[in-house]
């Protein structure tokens, strides 16, 4: 199964919104639930949002997740130097057998 | 708090086996799911697959036949075997904990150089 489909990077400047897409199927986001993760180089990654729009405790309420469909978004408000980094969406796939994909990542930089 | 560790070679020639051990305190083994995820240089993140407590496993189709996942209980460590490796396994490889919400807790991740 094919990973999911986000835009290779996105850009803001300090106190912007930007929003990152997660492209995915009939057979994964369309019947499942995305997670978001952010990975800095050289550390775990950080699980964001799961269940679609649930943050977990200790993440800040600038990051918020939707979907629609087949795609999902993460969005941060108020862009912070700290928020550069990567972000990965995921999902379950159920075709042609069940298995956890993650998007193609998207690196988030701060002017 | 549960935290993972990851154990094993740091390098590894090709066409052998690949083997790193994944170890697990501050909770019980006997819950959730236990995730085997690696991410090669410049690429994004590859789900490997994962292990219940039972033993029972499921796996990337794409890594399958050459992947094993097992389990240790009375240890409280789980661990990944990939079977004929090439340069193309070369990569970061992390284990993770997967609630049924995600994957909230993962190791620091162990670097694998494949070597020819």
């Known amino acids: 199964q094919s990973p999911l489909t986000q835009p290779p990077s996105v850009s803001g400047s300090p106190g912007q919104r930007v929003i990152i897409s997660c492209v995915g199927s009939?057979?994964?986001?369309?019947?499942?639930?995305v997670n978001w993760y952010q990975h800095l180089p050289g550390t775990a990654p950080k699980l964001l949002i799961h269940s679609s729009t649930v943050r977990p405790s200790g993440v800040p309420d600038r990051f918020s997740g939707s979907t629609s469909g087949t795609s999902a978004s993460l969005a941060i408000s108020g862009l912070q130097s700290e928020d550069e980094a990567d972000y990965y969406c995921?999902?379950?796939?159920?075709?042609?057998?069940?298995?956890?994909?993650f998007g193609t990542g998207t690196k988030v930089t701060v002017l | 708090q549960v935290q993972l560790q990851e154990s094993g070679p740091g390098l590894v020639k090709a066409s052998e086996t690949l083997s790193l051990t994944c170890r697990i305190s501050g909770d019980s083994i006997t819950s959730d799911h236990w995730v085997w995820v690696r991410q090669a240089p410049g690429k994004g993140l590859q789900w490997i697959g994962y292990i219940y407590y039972t033993g029972s496993t499921t796996y990337n189709p794409s890594l399958k036949s050459r992947v094993t996942i097992s389990i240790d209980t009375s240890r409280a460590q789980f661990s990944l075997n990939l079977g004929s490796v090439t340069a193309a396994d070369t990569a970061i490889y992390y284990c993770?904990?997967?609630?049924?919400?995600?994957?909230?807790?993962w190791g620091q991740g162990t670097l694998v150089t494949v070597s020819s």
């Open positions: 995921a999902s379950w796939g159920d075709n042609p057998t069940g298995m956890y994909i």
């Open positions: 993770a904990r997967d609630d049924s919400r995600g994957l909230p807790i």
């Open positions: 009939t057979s994964d986001i369309g019947r499942n639930s």
